[in-house]
């Protein structure tokens, strides 16, 4: 339709937004071929490497030649006070394009052994540097976004589905309805979300598979998530009940959920994608939260909440500050999709506001 | 007499707020099978509500105060949820006087139509769309199929009148509402879809409603025809009758 193009123009003119919404499809984009770009699968470990700092990539050998990539090995050493040092060695270890490595399934289906980089075992390659088990944290982020960056789109879309449905219905009958669902809603937002999270997360029982308990969690946020976006499409829906579109497909005699789904709820999206994008980073603090505090995704597998949960003594901060990288992800997303968000609701709003005038 | 479709027997309408300022007050007339009825008024005098009403469609400002209307024997003034919408598009259809409103502007008018086939036939399946054609071809749309696939704003506002008389005879109704379904085309477009109204009665001896505000369009085509003022019902020696017919010699 023109008016989305009209509000993608006045989108694009913010450079800003424009730029997050770059990076979060290379986000997105990393997500989806994490198996293929990260050097490490979830679970390889080294217990030689625990809290390895970042590796430093070389590029002239030792007698000052250009070689190629490479990097070095390292050796572990303990101070007086038992405190861990890594020292490069002289081994080197040229970083390998294409190689095979560990195998693993592309997109859970095609079966693949290649990884983007990678070197040869005994040598570990670590961009941002390892965690207390000596896994590569920059392998683990890109799996890891697999659950922290699906969880938000997964969870709004479900909660998004239950508050259009909600809202659609309690705007469309009005009266009885519309009272009892708008009670059930106030309730909903009533409870602190986080107690209410972790309440609910109390009810799952724990004995469940990693892929379970992402199910689970999805399902938690939404629950939470669906009541403020019923509340603001009942609004919407009580105008749009006006338009003498409706009145004519009464004339016709549509069934009333037919009419809500085919010629209300549509006229709502230009609002709802501006407020699925700014609910996102809500469900992602969510995941992190509860994986942080250890009711999230488990070990192995990797979330960018649960990364973090290293990172809850400042004293292994101090030594190894590169596990806070999962910090900076999660900072970058909800930014990017907050900025997104407001961009893309402020590109609307002209064209909201122009229409609420005639309606 | 069991050629009566429709019987409108005192039907009295005011609004919510004000009980005593009626819309439509004590309005009667009847519609006979495969006839044109043509009802006559100036603006504001009720005609787009009294339309409205045949549908059993009151706008929520308003209310029935007294009066029936029996469509084919039955009140629709009593009917519940479900037989109102058996019986809307089904059995009566309205095409509304402004088509630019009528039409969800994000949905095609293919689309349209062939939703408004599913809900009285839901089995029609993969023929519901040749009869879709079929309709915009009935109703004189030059290539149905470039027209069905467009959203209501690409037509100009003579095909979209067509096509909202296509919607409204998609299930194939008895009763035919047509709110002003010439106001907004030029003479010749005007005369082409009185054409069609005749061929409509001749072909699928549907009866018709036809609203309008031109009296001697009415007369040409309609068997009978009520004049509305303010309204009422009123007779041809009623002081507006008079103006009415003074406006059409000129
Ligand atoms: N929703 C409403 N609330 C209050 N009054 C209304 C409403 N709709 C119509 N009216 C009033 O009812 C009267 C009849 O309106 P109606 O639309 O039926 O007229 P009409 O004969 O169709 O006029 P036109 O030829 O301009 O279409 C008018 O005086 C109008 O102001
Ligand atoms: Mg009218």
């Given amino acids: 339709m023109s008016e989305m193009r009209l509000a993608w123009q006045r989108f694009v003119r913010d450079r800003v937004a424009f730029i997050a919404l770059g990076v979060l499809g290379l986000l997105y984009a990393l997500t989806l071929f994490a198996d293929v770009i990260a050097p ?53 270890y040229p970083v390998k394009f294409f190689a095979r490595g560990e195998p693993y399934q592309l997109f859970g289906l095609v079966r693949m052994d290649r990884h983007l980089f990678s070197v040869d075992e005994p040598g570990r390659i670590y961009l941002l540097g390892a965690d207390s088990r000596g896994r590569d944290i920059f392998s683990r982020i890109l799996h890891g976004a697999r659950v922290s960056l699906t969880i938000g789109i997964l969870g709004v879309l479900i909660s998004f589905g239950i508050g259009l449905l909600v809202g659609g219905i309690a705007g469309y009958f009005g009266g009885h309805v519309d009272n009892v669902l708008m009670r059930l809603c106030e309730m909903v937002m009533m409870v602190p979300g986080f107690y209410l999270l972790l309440a609910l997360r109390a009810a799952v029982p724990d004995s469940l598979s990693s892929l379970q308990i992402y199910a689970a969690i999805t399902i938690i946020l939404s629950f939470i998530g669906w009541a403020g976006l019923a509340r603001v499409i009942r609004g919407m829906c009580l105008s749009l009940k006006e338009r003498d579109y409706v009145l004519a497909a009464w004339t016709m005699g549509l069934g009333d959920m037919e009419i809500i789904v085919r010629h209300i709820l549509p006229h709502t999206i230009s609002y709802s994608l501006a407020a699925v994008t700014l609910a996102v980073p809500g469900y992602i603090l969510g995941e992190s939260a509860l994986s942080l505090i250890g009711l999230g995704i488990q070990d192995p597998y990797a979330s960018w909440g649960n990364m973090l949960s290293e990172a809850m003594s400042i004293v292994r901060i101090q030594f190894a500050p590169w596990i806070l990288w999962p910090a900076f992800f999660i900072g970058l997303a909800v930014m990017c999709f907050n900025l997104v968000g407001d961009a893309w609701r402020d590109a609307w709003d002209p064209l909201l506001k122009g229409r609420g005038d005639n309606a | 007499m069991n050629d009566t479709r429709l019987l409108v027997k005192g039907l009295t309408v005011t609004l919510r707020e004000q009980p005593f300022t009626p819309i439509l007050k004590d309005v009667s007339f009847s519609v006979g099978r495969g006839t044109i009825t043509g009802i006559v008024g100036g603006s504001g005098s009720g005609k787009t509500t009294l339309a409205l009403a045949l549908l059993g469609l009151v706008p929520p400002a308003m209310r029935v105060k007294s009066g029936e209307i029996l469509f084919e024997g039955r009140d629709v003034l009593g009917m519940d949820a479900e037989e109102l919408r058996r019986l809307r598009g089904a059995r009566i259809s309205m095409s509304f006087q402004e088509p630019s409103g009528a039409f969800d502007p994000v949905v095609t008018i293919g689309a349209h139509i062939l939703a408004a086939m599913a809900a009285h036939n839901p089995s029609a399946g993969t023929l519901a769309r040749q009869k879709m054609l079929d309709l915009l071809a009935l109703v004189e749309v030059p290539d149905p199929r470039r027209v069905a696939a467009c959203y209501p704003h690409e037509l100009s506002g003579g095909l979209r009148q067509r096509a909202m008389l296509a919607l409204a005879l998609c299930a194939r109704p008895a009763l035919l509402v047509a709110d002003e379904p010439t106001s907004s085309l030029d003479v010749t477009l005007q005369a082409r879809v009185m054409a069609l109204f005749r061929k409509l009665r001749r072909e699928l001896g549907v009866s018709i409603v036809l609203i309008a505000h031109d009296l001697g369009m009415v007369r040409r085509l309609a068997d009978e025809t009520v004049i509305l003022s303010q309204g009422r019902v009123v007779g041809a020696d009623h002081a507006y009758a008079k103006a009415l017919m003074a406006a059409e010699e000129m």
């Fill in chain 1, 40 to 92: 490490y699968t979830l679970r390889d470990e080294s217990r030689l490497h625990t809290y390895c700092p970042p590796s430093a990539l070389h590029v002239l050998a030792a007698d000052g030649s250009f070689s190629g990539l490479y990097v070095r090995g390292v050796a572990m050493h303990y101070d007086e006070y038992r405190r861990r040092s890594y020292n490069e060695t002289q081994d080197v």
